[in-house]
Nanobody, 120 residues
Framework: QVQLVESGGGLVQAGGSLTLSCTAS????????MAWFRQAPGKQRELVAL???????TYADSGSGRFTISRDNAKNTVYLRMNNLKPEDTAVYLC??????????????WGQGTQVTVSS
């Protein structure tokens, strides 16, 4: 099992910045992909950014050029730096981790989410 603890959300004015973090703990052999998704009220959950175990990154068009995903493997932590935030970035941001469980094999885990609100 893997537990994910997210932090860093909050209220920020348009043009401001936030950094989200998500730390994984528990019993696992290794962590593969780490990602951030977001879900706004009435909308589907969407991928924001993903970083592989080899540090290859993928960004949704909405955050490209403004968001940066990174990871610290020693701390089992993934970060999302968000610059030049816009009101349309307002959503619950959820961490997603793919981990190799000792007995169950590859598993997919979600954090509880952290609210990001951008005021105009």
């Amino acid at each position: 099992q893997v537990q994910l603890v997210e932090s860093g959300g909050g209220l920020v004015q348009a043009g401001g910045s936030l950094t989200l973090s998500c730390t994984a703990s528990g019993s696992f052999l290794l962590i593969r992909d780490m990602a951030w998704f977001r879900q706004a009220p009435g909308k589907q959950r969407e991928l924001v950014a993903l970083i592989s175990s080899g540090r290859d990154t993928t960004y949704a068009d909405s955050g490209s050029g403004r968001f940066t995903i990174s990871r610290d493997n020693a701390k089992n932590t993934v970060y999302l730096r968000m610059n030049n935030l816009k009101p349309e970035d307002t959503a619950v941001y959820l961490c997603n981790v793919q981990a190799l469980d000792r007995t169950l094999g590859p598993q997919n885990y979600w954090g509880q989410g952290t609210q990001v609100t951008v005021s105009s």
